[in-house]
């Protein structure tokens, strides 16, 4: 389950619908992955599509991991005890 967000817009388009800050084209993905994120008990729930392509981040996201969105986008986010923590969306790259 999601616990918290690291980006108050994502928090936002996520609990109110309010998906303003983020691009038209990536707002229908991105919630359905939110949806993934928070049905999830464990990070393998994750790994199913494997469009997510979960994997573990490192240097200054140490502790972190990121699930694809589109293209360069990703959603990054700490896992902990079955929930999830610190969800921000990245544009790698």
């Known amino acids: 389950m999601i616990k918290s967000f690291k980006d108050k817009n994502l928090e936002n388009c996520w609990r109110y619908d309010n998906c303003k800050s983020i691009k038209s084209a990536l707002k229908k993905r991105v919630v359905n992955k939110l949806h993934y994120m928070d049905a999830a008990t464990c990070l393998d729930d994750l790994r199913s599509p494997p469009s997510n392509r979960l994997h573990q981040l490192h240097d200054e996201y140490e502790g972190c991991w990121a699930i694809s969105v589109n293209g360069p986008w990703r959603l990054i ?14 544009q790698y790259h």
């Not at 902990?80 to 610190?86: A, E, F, L, P, T």
Request: zero cysteines; charged letters at 20%.
């Open 77 to 90: 986010f700490m896992f902990q005890d079955g929930d999830i923590y610190n969800v921000q969306l990245e």
